[in-house]
């Protein structure tokens, strides 16, 4: 099965288990959205997600190798 | 809102005036602007007589509305050679709106070479020797001038880099604590303080009666509402709060735009070492603070307090920019380092962004080495020993990257760009490229919609759109500027329908009588326009709104991006501005 790094930021960090990267096996075809899911992580608290540096809709297909990352509602500056 | 003060250094006289109708019911970057336009010849040298240094707490400053308490510092820059307005935190705009006060403004400048204090309160304003102040960096200055008037007093004061009055100097402002860390830090404020011979203004609020709104119940409504907007975004009620501004580190980072090595690269391998997420740990694993007000009456509560390994106090913070600019743009990964460097710069009055960017062009010319944190605090120091070195670093990038031949050198009209490559969120870029004030983020926050997810979605990496995104921005800032509110209350705004009306109904609460959605977009595009007028008599053209060139030759990894706004939809952001 294609392996996934998943990077979580900020408060979503809990649902990595204290670590802030998260490797998965996922099933060709997966989505972003699905893979949330398995991590529990509520759709709610996520507001940016990014496929390989780029921003990405929850209904974004993998197909193995992304870096996945997920932040909740993040500013600054 | 009720007092002018005109302080004239050159025969040493203070004028308290009612303000003039036309300034009456402004506050903050609104009047700051309007007066510099209508009263300072924009040809002036920055640092002559004829420039003018207007310090003015925003509209709302004082009224107990939430996160209100920013202050407004503008003149013509010594880095720009345009109008500026630099806005701060802490205490100040507080303190001199509990006085009543609408501004205070420097003019003039004396014939002797004597350093000058002024002393507000109750009273009145009054102008005395500094005597044994001179020479003092901002932390030794404070605490003299606390000894001497008590600890309810609030400072603003510059330090050795506004004493040479080097085009980086920063006016700093004490906080709650009574501890030189704010900062009006952009343009070189504090070199024109210093041209004045000005080393510090202690405002004493004691005796000061808070100004009433003329409506207080309808002030009252609006503000409730206000607040419970900001309760309900989870980023000004829980993201910053509980990480500060540095969260933005990784997901700057993660979109390639977390500019490395002075501009290079889009991003950083230190980058989680330096970031929000581990600056929150270290700072509650030292009894550090979170959660920390910059000024009293901000509900947000971004910044922290920094100790050291021995749980003894360095610095606030240290904000994103700070943290990225001596960070990731020096290639310097060691947080502790970085806070160092953030101590020294508000000691010496150093504008932190414009310094670390210094430090990154001074790296590019083989001055010191990239990633060397030992070497950047020598080069401070030679600011603090006021040696030629010394003096080109506080003079920001443009300058020292001149000295030395640098060709890479991102400043936009002599003011270095903040922490976010233009190339990969060209929103941003569109701001930088056009704001009134050089390269600065805050004018016009484009990444909200390009990265953030705030205020709508815009590709970050395509040109289209980011020309109405920025002027949106620009304009609305400009009002949120003239409040003196945070401009980190944009986030709920941008979200929340709720949120402007309730600001309209506390400014028509303030004044009386309506103020609509309408007016607060006219008073942002007033002062642009304003700001626009000033700068083209002060000679910039289009060809001043453009990037350097190596943003539109060198591709950014990883998007191998370049900046491809086509220069005729700049010119269109003022299109409003006849
Ligand atoms: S949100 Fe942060 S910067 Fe803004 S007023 Fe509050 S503490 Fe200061």
Not at chain 2, 415 to 438: E, L, N
Not at chain 2, 556 to 575: G, I, M, R, T
Request: charged share 20%; proline share 6%; hydrophobic share 40%.
């Amino acid at each position: 099965m294609p392996r996934i790094r998943v990077n979580l930021y900020a408060s979503l960090r809990r649902y990595g288990g204290g670590s802030p990267t998260v490797e998965m096996d996922i099933a060709p075809g997966t989505t972003v959205g699905q893979l949330l899911d398995e991590l529990r992580i509520p759709s709610g608290e996520t507001r940016i997600l990014f496929v390989n540096h780029r921003a990405a809709a929850p209904d974004h297909t993998l197909t193995g190798g992304e870096r996945v990352a997920v932040f909740p509602a993040i500013g600054g500056g | 809102m009720s007092l002018i003060y005109r302080v004239n250094m050159t025969d040493l006289s203070v004028r308290a005036e009612s303000p003039p109708a036309e300034y009456a019911e402004r506050g903050g970057r609104a009047l700051t602007s309007a007066l510099l336009a209508a009263e300072v010849p924009p040809t002036c040298h920055p640092l002559a007589a004829e420039n003018k240094l207007v310090i003015a707490p925003g509209i709302l400053t004082g009224t107990g509305a939430p996160c209100s308490g920013r202050l407004s510092v503008g003149a013509k820059s010594p880095l720009t050679g345009g109008i500026k307005e630099s806005n701060s935190g802490g205490m100040g705009a507080l303190a001199l709106s509990a006085l009543g006060i609408q501004a205070v403004v420097l003019e003039g400048k004396p014939r002797d070479d004597t350093w000058y204090r002024l002393v507000v309160n109750a009273d009145g304003l009054r102008i005395e020797p500094a005597d044994g102040l001179a020479g003092l960096g901002n932390y030794d200055a404070v605490a003299r001038l606390r000894e001497e008037f008590g600890e309810k007093i609030v400072c603003l004061g510059i330090g050795p880099a506004g004493e040479m009055a080097c085009a980086a100097a920063s006016v700093a402002v004490t906080d709650i604590e009574g501890r030189p860390t704010r900062h009006a830090g952009r343009g070189g404020m504090g070199a024109v303080m210093g041209s004045k011979r000005v080393k510090a203004m202690v405002v004493d609020p004691t005796g000061a009666r808070r100004p009433q709104p003329a409506d207080p119940d309808r002030f009252k409504a609006g503000a409730k509402q206000f607040q419970a907007s900001l309760n309900g975004h989870p980023l000004t009620s829980q993201t910053l709060p509980t990480y500060g501004t540095n969260i933005l580190a990784n997901v700057i980072n993660e979109a390639g735009a977390y500019p490395t090595r002075n501009f290079r690269v889009g991003q950083f391998e230190g980058a989680e070492a330096i970031s929000g997420e581990r600056q929150h740990d270290v700072i509650l694993k030292r009894g550090g603070k979170i959660e920390h007000a910059c000024h009293r009456g901000c509900t947000i509560r971004c910044s922290r307090i920094y100790h050291d390994q021995n749980g003894q106090f360095v610095t606030k913070g240290p904000e994103y920019e700070t943290i990225w600019a001596h960070g990731a743009d020096c290639g310097i990964d060691d947080l502790d380092a970085i806070a160092q460097m953030d101590r020294m710069d508000d000691d010496l009055g150093l504008d932190t962004i414009e310094i670390g960017a210094t430090l990154a062009v001074a790296m590019e010319a083989g001055v010191i080495p990239f990633g060397d944190a030992q070497a950047a605090l020598g080069l401070l120091r030679e600011v603090q020993r006021r040696t030629p070195l010394g003096r080109l670093v506080a003079s920001g990038a443009a300058v020292l990257g001149k000295a030395y031949g640098v060709v890479r050198i991102p400043t936009v009209k002599g003011q270095a760009m903040p922490a976010y490559d233009p190339r990969a969120i060209k929103g941003i870029g569109v701001t930088y490229a056009t704001s009134t004030m050089g390269a600065d983020h805050t004018a016009g926050y484009a990444v909200t919609a390009n990265v953030l997810g705030v205020g709508g979605r815009v590709d970050p990496l395509c040109p289209e759109g980011q020309v109405d995104l920025s002027r949106n921005l620009q304009i609305a800032t400009a009002a949120v500027d003239a409040m003196g509110l945070c401009l980190f209350v944009a986030f709920a705004v941008l979200d929340d329908e709720h949120a402007l009306p309730a600001i309209c109904q506390m400014v028509s609460g303030v004044h009386g009588r309506e103020f609509t959605g309408d007016d607060f977009l006219a008073l942002g595009k007033a002062t642009l326009a304003h700001e626009r007028r000033f700068n083209a008599a002060a000679g910039f053209t289009a060809a001043d709104d453009r990037l350097p060139g190596f943003f539109h030759q060198e591709p950014l990894p990883p998007h191998d991006a370049v900046f491809d706004v086509p220069d005729a939809e700049l010119d269109q952001v003022f299109n409003f501005v006849r």
